[in-house]
């Protein structure tokens, strides 16, 4: 699929590069003509996704690095200067999700880890490359989710530090918005990718029915009647990354094909 330059001669720092919406994040920026420093605790996932960014005929810088570590974050920063000399787009996919059970129940350091993955995380990358971003004119996306809208007990948890993170994205528009950077979300709900496959697989054995009717389920509370693929998910936020968003700041747009409306 030949992609609009939307982002040519960009550079993309992206954290969480796994299977699924991270795989379509860092080769859909590629294919828009950006380089990328791809950023995973994982040295198997980033040297396969950086064989697909070089494919297309980008740059890629592999940073293995736990997000949650200071240090790290510090020489995730210092390693994209060195080799680019610039960024322009600092991209936060990573997540945890506590166990999915009502909050009340779920132990204190299940929550503490989920936060320092999705807030405190994507707070200290967003400080780290405040000035790189400054001197671009850049932008920062967050990946949220639909859990946001969700009210059900079992993703109390997930959705206390999702929400921590929207208010996060907010504060940082605001206050970052001056010196010209862009702070935006995205909240995709179920994304019909590899993961969620094999989880409606093993819903249609539990239940005993198909893999068709859990996506009829699971798809019916959406106007289009369908689920995203990753790659309409990553098309969202790479817009948002992109200049054709140079007046959209402290947006969360809803990418779940019509399942909740913001009013």
Wanted: hydrophobic share 45%.
């Amino acid at each position: 699929m030949t992609e609009i330059p939307l982002l040519a001669g960009k550079v993309v720092v992206l954290s969480g590069v796994g299977p699924g919406l991270g795989r379509a994040l860092g080769e859909r920026a590629a294919l828009m003509g950006a380089d990328l420093v791809l950023v995973s605790r994982t040295e198997k996932r980033l040297e396969k996704m950086a064989e697909v960014v070089r494919a297309h005929g980008r740059r890629a810088l592999v940073v293995q690095a736990d997000i949650t570590d200071e240090d790290s974050r510090m020489r995730v920063r210092d390693a994209a200067l060195a080799e680019f000399g610039r960024v322009d787009v600092l991209l936060h996919n990573a997540f945890g999700i506590p166990p999915l059970d009502p909050v009340t129940s779920i132990p204190l350091e299940a929550l503490r880890a989920a936060q320092e993955t999705n807030v405190h995380a994507p707070l200290r990358l967003s400080t780290l490359f405040a000035d790189a971003l400054a001197d671009t004119n850049g932008s920062i996306v967050f990946v949220n989710s639909a859990v946001l809208r969700q009210s059900a007990p079992e993703y109390a948890g997930y959705k206390l530090s999702k929400g921590a993170l929207s208010h996060l994205a907010s504060a940082l528009a605001t206050e970052l918005g001056p010196r010209g950077i862009r702070v935006n979300s995205i909240a995709p709900s179920y994304i019909y990718e590899r993961v969620n496959r094999l989880w409606f697989d093993y819903l249609a054995e539990q239940q005993g029915t198909t893999h068709e009717e859990i996506y009829r389920q699971r798809a019916e509370p959406t106007d289009l009647k369908r689920l995203a693929l990753p790659e309409e998910v990553a098309h969202a936020a790479l817009f948002l990354a992109s200049d054709l968003a140079s007046a959209v700041t402290g947006v969360v747009l809803n990418v779940d094909c019509g399942e909740f409306h913001d009013h």
